[in-house]
């Protein structure tokens, strides 16, 4: 598989946070302006759905319309500067080893499930709780939970315009690392599906990572 480095590889070893991230668990974290943070695939194929908010002002979050709009193109990868609601410069895509990250399919819910594979899975765990569970620790809602990224997951779009989601083309210790242009708040549904092969219907742990920012 090919690689999209745009900055030189940092030894996971010079990280000034290093967190564990179960299969299917929510997770959080603030990341300083300047520090990097770089979610790792630890297993392969596994989505991790993803949103951000500025730290010290809640109301302004990450925008997928926007970031679309300002980027003109369909997928986040090296180069991507995510947007917020007031359209400002959240975070910069600095690295990818993956090369394509959805930001338009949205999180998976238990009314979702029910709808697309039967009520049968209605009990089954998914990211909207993840998401409601993690951003009620910080004072904020399910109102506050808006379109995310899904670092790693495939979603294609078919020649109708549908999109569809398939097998992820990450492998084991892919990575995404993202340069924080403001203080913001990384919240993460590693995500529990296994209706579809976003995860290849077998969700599994990542690893969060968060590196100083350069000096002078």
């Known amino acids: 598989m090919s690689k999209f480095f745009a ?14 991230v179960p299969a299917n668990a929510p997770f959080s974290c603030v990341v300083k302006k300047g520090e990097s943070v770089r979610i790792v695939d630890l297993e392969g194929q596994q989505a991790v759905d993803t949103l951000f908010y500025r730290a010290d002002d809640f109301s302004e979050r990450y925008s997928s319309q926007d970031t ?6 369909a997928y986040v990868s090296t180069g991507t500067k995510l947007i917020s609601s007031e359209g400002n410069l959240m975070l910069t895509v600095t ?12 999180a998976c819910s238990c009314e979702a ?3 697309r594979f039967g009520h049968q899975v209605k009990y089954l ?6 998401f409601v569970i993690e951003v009620t620790k910080h ?4 109102r506050d939970v808006v379109p995310n990224i899904n670092f790693f997951m495939n979603v294609p779009v078919e020649p109708s315009g549908e999109l569809a989601i398939v097998d992820g083309i990450s492998g084991p210790g892919d990575y995404v690392e993202l340069k924080a242009e403001m203080d913001v708040l990384v919240v993460i ?3 529990p599906q296994i209706n579809n092969p976003c ?8 690893q969060v990572l968060v590196f100083a920012g350069e000096e002078g």
């Open 125 to 130: 765990h998914a990211c909207r709780e993840n």
């Open 199 to 206: 995860n290849g219907f077998n969700p599994t742990p990542i």
């Open 139 to 142: 004072g904020m809602s399910k």
């Open 95 to 106: 690295a990818d080893t993956c090369g394509r990250h959805d930001t338009s399919a949205g």
């Open 7 to 20: 900055t030189p590889v940092r030894d996971a070893s010079t990280a000034i946070a290093d967190y564990f």
């Open 189 to 191: 549904s590693n995500c």
């Open 68 to 73: 679309l709009r300002v980027q003109g193109s």
């Open 113 to 115: 499930n029910t709808v």
